[in-house]
């Protein structure tokens, strides 16, 4: 069975770090573009970070730029999703998602991807 399992998430105060990891499992997803949405309480899900098959683009929310990084094992088959300096408006549900198209770079839509995990929890208290 192919599939995408968070992890990591939990409860921090402001200006905690947490570090989100996607492991796949069933097929390798090492030629996908990977990424990581949000979805905060009462409101629609948002696109956060992407990065490439090769890892050599990476694309984020402007409201993470600077305090969260995306990187890629494709050995373990596993994204990771840094978060530094966390604010309580970053509360919400991270879900990491792999796209559909080989060898292709970063996506900011989700319907660029077909497969999603079943998300992690991240909150923030103030």
């Known amino acids: 069975q192919v599939q995408l399992v968070e992890s990591g998430g939990g409860l921090v105060h402001t200006g905690g770090s947490l570090r989100l990891s996607c492991a796949a499992s069933g097929r390798t997803f090492s030629s996908n573009t990977m990424g990581w949405f949000r979805q905060p309480p009462g409101k629609e899900r948002e696109f956060v970070a992407s990065?490439?098959?090769?890892?050599?683009?990476?694309d984020y929310a402007d409201s993470v730029k600077g305090r969260f990084t995306i990187v890629r094992d494709n050995v373990k088959n596993t994204v990771y999703l840094e978060m530094n300096s966390l604010k309580p408006e970053d509360t919400a549900v991270y879900s990491c998602?792999?796209?559909?198209?080989?060898?292709?770079?970063?996506?900011?839509?989700?319907?660029?991807?077909?497969?999603w995990g079943q998300g992690t929890q991240v909150t923030v208290s103030s």
């Open positions: 990065i490439s098959w090769s890892s050599r683009n990476t």
């Open positions: 998602a792999a796209s559909t198209i080989p060898m292709g770079g970063v996506i900011r839509d989700p319907r660029g991807y077909n497969l």
